[in-house]
């Protein structure tokens, strides 16, 4: 039995290990993602386009938020709704800013699934270790108290990586949800001001 649940310990940590290595993969890809249509750049970018959008008779947009920004996408799929004409623009630019959205949150249900579960993983290997320990002293009797000690003392450190892996990865989920809910709501203005724009410009 002793020997099981010292191979379940190995796998608790391997376990945390991978889970780290992991989080922290799609915590660097994420952060590459969002900071293409985050900060100062994107910001100035999105004061001219409204700018344009209310006070001038035809869009004169430039693409200085970069080719990969998220807001550059929407713009871009809006003006060519726009010159070509096509009714329904309503609905082009939801569909658009779901599609945004999805790219958006991919990958954080992972990031939300490791930080939900990673304190319980490191329970379960404080319980093996708890298991671990109480053997060995019923085995051993009291001169297996060195062997219960460090059994407990594993217990305790399963637990410790456990909220060491979750608690920054839950951090990091509510970051980028965050900036996430403020991109979109960004692309929300943009198509109310887009609509607006459109029936401005069929009213002339």
Same mark, same amino acid.
């Given at each position: 039995?002793?020997?099981?649940?010292?191979?379940?310990?190995?796998?608790?940590?391997?376990?945390?290990?991978?889970?780290?290595?992991?989080?922290?993969?799609?915590?660097?890809?994420?952060?590459?993602?969002?900071? @293409?249509?985050?900060?100062?750049?994107?910001?100035?970018?999105?004061?001219?386009?409204?700018?344009?959008?209310?006070?001038?008779?035809?869009?004169?947009?430039?693409?200085?938020?970069?080719?990969?920004?998220?807001?550059?996408?929407?713009?871009?799929?809006?003006?060519?709704?726009?010159?070509?004409?096509?009714?329904?623009?309503?609905?082009?630019?939801?569909?658009?800013?779901?599609?945004?959205?999805?790219?958006?949150? &991919?990958?954080?249900?992972?990031?939300?699934?490791?930080?939900?579960?990673?304190?319980?993983?490191?329970?379960?290997?404080?319980?093996?270790?708890?298991?671990?320990?109480?053997?060995?002293?019923?085995?051993?009797?009291?001169?297996?108290?060195?062997?219960?000690?460090?059994?407990?003392?594993?217990?305790?450190?399963?637990?410790?990586?456990?909220?060491?892996?979750?608690?920054?990865?839950?951090?990091?989920?509510?970051?980028?949800?965050? @900036?996430? &809910?403020?991109?979109?709501?960004?692309?929300?203005?943009?198509? &109310?001001?887009?609509?607006?724009?459109?029936?401005?410009?069929? &009213?002339?």
């Amino acid at each position: 039995m002793q020997e099981y649940v010292e191979i379940g310990e190995e796998l608790i940590f391997i376990a945390m290990a991978f889970a780290s290595v992991v989080a922290l993969a799609v915590f660097a890809e994420r952060l590459i993602y969002y900071r @293409k249509s985050l900060g100062k750049k994107n910001e100035d970018y999105l004061s001219e386009v409204r700018t344009s959008l209310q006070e001038e008779p035809e869009i004169h947009w430039k693409t200085d938020a970069g080719e990969d920004s998220i807001y550059t996408r929407f713009l871009q799929f809006a003006l060519k709704q726009l010159k070509m004409g096509r009714k329904g623009l309503d609905e082009s630019l939801d569909g658009q800013i779901l599609s945004e959205k999805l790219e958006l949150e &991919k990958r954080l249900p992972i990031l939300n699934t490791l930080g939900n579960n990673a304190p319980f993983i490191g329970l379960l290997g404080t319980v093996l270790g708890v298991i671990k320990a109480f053997y060995g002293l019923g085995t051993l009797g009291s001169s297996g108290a060195e062997v219960v000690m460090r059994s407990i003392s594993t217990a305790l450190l399963a637990t410790a990586a456990g909220l060491a892996v979750a608690i920054p990865v839950v951090m990091a989920n509510n970051y980028f949800s965050r @900036k996430s &809910k403020v991109i979109l709501q960004n692309l929300e203005i943009l198509k &109310k001001e887009l609509l607006s724009y459109q029936m401005n410009k069929t &009213k002339v």
